[in-house]
């Protein structure tokens, strides 16, 4: 599969990005990342799962994809990922 950049770069897609980022957002929220293992497995299982199969994907999408999962389950970390791309990507 191939990741879709904002600016229209494609690269090979990389699982271990989104369980970095979830991490780095776990880390964000004040949590140690043994706190939040289960939860981080199951977001990072979840997405990808949702995400195979297909030949191509955006970056927004797998944000989106990411964002909704911890929405439901652990909005603190939801809100912290935002905090951080308000921060450091606009």
Do not use: H
């Not at 997405?47 to 389950?73: A, F, N, Q």
């Amino acid at each position: 599969m191939k990741v879709i950049k904002r600016r229209g770069v494609r690269e090979a897609y990389k699982p271990s990005k989104i369980r970095a980022s979830l991490e780095k957002a776990t880390i964000d929220a004040g949590y140690s990342l043994e706190e939040k293992k289960e939860i981080i497995d199951r977001i990072y299982e979840n997405v990808t799962r949702k995400l195979e199969g297909e030949e191509e994907v955006k970056t927004d999408t797998i944000r989106m994809c990411l964002l909704t999962e911890l929405d439901k389950c652990e909005p603190y970390i939801a809100k912290s990922w935002r905090r951080f791309e308000r921060k450091y990507k606009s």
